[in-house]
């Protein structure tokens, strides 16, 4: 008997330990997240991926062309990089923006292609869940907008469609500064 005595307080605390420990953890399903910069045109809700934009500037000092289309604003210099200004919003046939304290410039560089484009208002940072992504009708937007624009994602707040600088870049007409 006395040889069963370890035995029985292993089993005994076997026993207890079962009926008081808490389960294995469940798998959580981590959902993949989009990350892109939010703003606006005209009164449409946009995104970009976050990697097409590499900054938010306050509208900058501008020097004009003559003989410039009217959504190319001019020529600023920014940390002396010069960099070509252009009113996003009235290049995609829209109303031209009202510079005031909440538009600013989203500076973007793809393929050796510089630009600050002006949106009237920044949202910032903004996290989408992936499965929430889908494509774009063309009628969901105004003006040249949707050429630009696949695919959206639909949310609470409405419909926010996400914009290809990438493609905006390799756009021959956003070459065509001058009239």
Known sequence: MA??????????????????ASGLPQKIE????????GYRIADQ????????????????????????KPWFHGIAN???????????????GLEPVQIGRRSKIMRIGMGGVQAGLL?????????FIQDNKSDAAQSDYSGD??????????????????????MLSEDANFFQILR
Not at 3 to 20: G, T, W
Not at 78 to 92: C, E, K
Not at 147 to 162: A, P, T
Request: aromatic share 10%; hydrophobic share 40%.
């Open 3 to 20: 040889n069963n005595l370890p035995l029985r307080h292993l089993l005994d605390l076997e026993r207890r330990c079962r009926r008081y």
């Open 30 to 37: 981590v959902k993949k997240r989009w990350i892109g910069v």
């Open 45 to 68: 809700h946009i995104l970009s991926p976050l990697g097409e934009i590499q900054e938010i500037l306050d509208y900058p000092s501008v020097t004009k062309l003559p003989s410039s």
């Open 78 to 92: 920014v940390r002396g990089t010069l960099l070509p200004v252009i009113d996003l919003q009235s290049f995609l």
């Open 119 to 127: 949106a009237p208002e920044i949202y910032g940072m903004k996290r």
């Open 145 to 166: 907008i949707s050429r630009f624009i696949s695919e959206k994602f639909e949310m609470d707040e409405g419909q926010w469609g996400v914009f290809s600088m990438k």
